[in-house]
């Protein structure tokens, strides 16, 4: 699996479909969805899933535990996966919102760990970190 994360609107979606592309094929499943979604309609393998914190924020709104849902994901993970870096800049006053950059925060490390490589995107250049 490959990890990729970066700031919004860095790149990160334009580098993963370069990834994949040179793999001829792949699937992208929107964020909009949830992930069981995803692998109904496209079987057990999703080669990319973007906008992972999304998921996150999703999983805090339902009430379920989000470090569970990275976990799952992780038994049949995609090929490749994006994630905004949202603990970055200003602490937000709201309380839910700092639970949403924790969470995304562990979210992160759960994917980076077993991920076989790690790039980061500002720019449009991505820079591997694992």
């Known amino acids: 699996m490959i990890l990729i994360i970066g700031g919004r609107f860095q790149g990160k979606k334009a580098f993963a479909e370069q990834i994949c592309k040179e793999k001829k094929e ?3 499943q929107n964020a909009g969805g949830k992930i069981a979604d995803a692998l109904e309609k496209t079987g057990p393998r999703i080669q990319v899933l ?8 999703k999983a805090l709104a339902a009430g379920e535990d989000p470090d569970s849902m990275t976990r799952k994901l992780l038994e049949n993970p995609p090929e490749v996966i994006t994630l905004d870096e ?3 800049g200003i602490v937000p006053i709201e309380r839910e919102e700092r639970i949403y950059r924790e969470a995304v925060g ?4 759960l994917l980076a760990a077993r991920a076989e490589k790690v790039y980061r995107v500002q720019c449009g250049i991505a820079v ?3």
């Open 26 to 28: 792949h699937h992208s």
């Open 128 to 130: 591997r970190i694992k």
């Open 106 to 109: 562990r979210a992160g490390q």
């Open 50 to 57: 973007p906008d992972f914190h999304l998921q996150v924020r």
């Open 86 to 88: 949202v603990g970055c």
